[in-house]
């Protein structure tokens, strides 16, 4: 082959990769004032579009929630494949027409939970909470409290959870976990919100947990999500949820078998057609605090299992909580070709 079919060969093939990079770079240099005030309009838009729903009555909320949850159930998306999965792990025992059923239930609900967090972060704390049933009056939470060695807050992806931090900073001060959002504007926004009744916010790294243990050791009360799944298997653990492995946060049990605090769950059901909402206290089960990180990781799991059996169609069945495997190769979620 000559040097010159050889020349033509490369340079046919090389083409595409030098144009790529020579067309990124002309961007990059000669288009950034574009491409930052589109990022800035898409923010602004995102908040303005929060700030409008934010004024709609609970009505017009609970309708353009179930709106969208249509849309969810119709359109082909990624959170409606996850919840099909997850509902079928969990619930073997249902049959084919009971899992739709609660599939299509869980859509439209959790399309409601995300259409009232603008009211929520945005809204009158005071009017919101007035709207709130809890028939056990805190008594669980209240007793924990007395015993000075501060309270573990376990509230799941169940429920109008944002709801439940507004109710739990009103009853006494509170340390949470917080990761703020990729947009700056909403993640000032949710911040704010978070922190009206309040609720002290601190980054999910080492700085935050060390925050969480000077709260409890000085007898406060922390909140911690407990159904999210770690990064990864470093701090955590397989355990069973619904029977099915998953891996599992020792955080709270660490944080309890460390200061001596108790464990409660908490969830905030939503009531039908804009009745408002009710609280929710589960005790938690024997071995939260174990130091066998699979026992403590099991009874954790199981209080999570304790309150979604309350109201399943509430939970966040969109989260795809197996995602790992302690085979680390199966993938529950994956598309079969």
Not at 319 to 326: A, D, E, L, V
């Amino acid at each position: 082959m000559s040097i010159k079919v050889v020349w033509i060969k490369a340079c046919y093939w090389l083409e595409p990769l030098i144009m790529g990079i020579l067309c990124r770079r002309v961007k990059r240099y000669l288009f950034p004032p574009l491409f930052i005030m589109a990022n800035i309009m898409k923010q602004y838009l995102f908040l303005l579009s929060i700030k409008l729903v934010s004024h709609l009555n609970w009505h017009a909320v609970q309708w353009l929630g179930r709106f969208i949850g249509q849309l969810f159930i119709w359109l082909p998306n990624q959170e409606k494949r996850a919840a099909r999965v997850n509902i079928g792990l969990c619930f073997p025992e249902l049959s084919s027409q009971e899992q739709e059923k609660l599939f299509k239930q869980s859509m439209i609900e959790g399309a409601i939970t995300m259409v009232e967090m603008p009211g929520v972060w945005c809204g009158n704390s005071d009017s919101l909470l007035s709207r709130l049933d809890d028939p056990d009056g805190q008594s669980a939470l209240n007793a924990l409290i007395e015993r000075g060695r501060g309270v573990i807050v376990a509230g799941p992806h169940l429920g109008s959870w944002e709801v439940c931090g507004l109710f739990l900073a009103r009853i006494a001060p509170i340390t949470t976990l917080y990761r703020p959002p990729r947009y700056d504007v909403l993640a000032k926004l949710m911040a704010q919100g978070r922190s009206q009744t309040g609720a002290r916010l601190v980054p999910t790294d080492a700085s935050g947990v060390k925050a969480l243990y000077k709260t409890l050791r000085q007898g406060g009360m922390v909140a911690i999500l407990p159904d999210q799944q770690p990064k990864s298997t470093r701090g955590a653990a397989f355990a069973p949820f619904f029977g099915q492995p998953a891996l599992t946060m020792e955080l709270i049990s660490r944080l309890s078998a460390k200061t001596g605090a108790p464990v409660i769950f908490s969830f905030v059901e939503r009531l039908p057609r804009g009745k408002g909402y009710r609280m929710h206290w589960v005790q938690a089960p024997e071995g939260i605090n174990d130091t066998d990180a699979v026992v403590a990781a099991t009874a954790l799991n199981q209080g999570v299992e304790n309150c979604v059996r309350i109201c399943p169609t509430q939970y966040q069945w969109s989260y795809k909580r197996f995602r790992k495997h302690p085979d680390g190769k199966t993938n529950r979620y994956a598309v079969s070709k």
